[in-house]
């Protein structure tokens, strides 16, 4: 049953999360001169083990990694091509919360090596209480989410009372919020969390490069982690729209107001994030304008190469992380602009063939 | 009246070919596709309606589906086999959307959901329909606007007999206004209750008057 969740499970996780895992790993490991990173590490994990609120915010980060494992295993466990593992409630309980718990460790394998690395560390300059207390989280954080999902398999049929039940049935619900009232009701978790992340990333980058002056380059790769932080998002509300909105491929609704209602769906979805951009350009036209562009132009490309390969599960982590590089460098080079526009007229011309080919 | 013309079509799922022949014409009428499961029936409904892609040309009254996919659209109405809407809105919210992009007017959509016992139910979200309303409400915006052919695939599954009635009513109706009315059904057809102008069956590839 544990190869079959990895193979399955696992897999996906690793998948879908291509992109985000390779940027994450750029930032902690890529954005420091090579010949410094074991110094620069090393001070790092000395500062977690000596300060409590540093110790406390690493242990934010975990809890962060692991509830993201937690809501993407749970969320497709409610998928009905994940019905069969329904067939794991004939195991006995440990067994079951033994085999989940694996499965978390092996999807939060990103997050144990760095803790493997912090125990060294700890133990080379006598940090027992932190090593201590990081390792218990983490294990207790691995066996809670175990527990959860055991739970959430075993115990399908108790009915859950929701905390906050806003009632949006009176409210009119225009066409264009559908995806956005999809994504705040039915994948509310996944949004709090890539939101998290994306402020977390957005705010970071920033930070770590605040002798820059406010430099256009910062911002626009603080814009670029925001994109890839949100490609698991993009990628699922598009699931939704080909499914539950297949129906407008049989009403007469435009190309234009289809992709336009796409790209308002997108500007709505980056609001928080171009906010932040804004207040960080200090009302520069340009940089805005040349944010902007990015953020939505970036956005739009990621959901079209979804169908560019088909949804294909590794294909498109692969384009999310080339598109990464590509961008990286577009930014060093300071040709975001033009970059911007071509990836915009490129997809427009892509979804305009998508309609008129019955693809959409 | 909706002459629909498919030429050269080739379909495929990977290299499993589904549909293939040269010309197919239907005019106004009742048209029932009859077949068991897997003959093809739903793939062709979807080419017709625009839902999937397809080598070759599909047209109504000279207007293309792929030259004037917003023409060619305004004409049609379809209705799947299983429907599947967003879950958080409710019926009404769907029903509007349709009501403002065919430009109809609420009147005749208000009868409709009346006829099929659905009032009560319109203000509630799509995601707790059973399969049967969901059909219903599927249909109902399936005969909301003025569409010249209308497609109905297996329109007959998961609807108790008093809907099977109206259902039959609405077409019977719909054909004597001169509309053209494509239906599917693995099921018979009451053909007391409606008037079946052709039959066609899906056999190698093609399709076979019956």
Redo the contacts between chains.
Sequence with gaps: MLKLYIKTLGKEFYLQHTGLLLFIFYIVFGAVEPGQMVTYHQTLIISICSSPISLSIFLLILSIYTLKCYWFINQKLALPIYQFINISCSVNKKEQIKNWAVLYAVIGQPVLVYVAIFACVGIIYSFYWSILIVITYYLMLLIGAAFFTYRSVNLRYIYRKKFVAIDLRKTNKPFWSWPLYYLLKSQTIMLIVCKILSFILFKGIIWMFADANQDLKVGLIAILAVIITHSVIISTVLKHERTQLSFLNSLPVSNGKRMLTRLFFLSCLFTPELLFYISYSSNSIYSILTGLMFCISGAFTLMMSIYFFDNDTELNPTFVFLFFIVSMFVILYQQILIFSLLLLIITTIYHHQLFFKSKL | MAEVTINNLTKKYDSYTVLEFEEWKISNGTIWIKGGNGTGKSTLFKII??????KGEVMINTIS??QK???Y??L???A?AE????????GN?LL???IR??KSNRKTSTELVEEFNMGDFM???IGGYSSGMLKKL?LI?AFTGDAELF?LDEPLITIDIEAANVLYKIIQNYRNQGKTLLISSHQEIDKNLISIDSTFQIQDLRLVLC
């Design positions: 309606a625009g839902q999937i892609p397809f589906l792929r996919p917003v023409d659209r305004a049609i109405s379809y799947e429907p599947q809407y967003p879950a958080l809105i409710t919210e509007d959307y349709h992009v065919r203000d509630n979200k599927s915006c497609i």
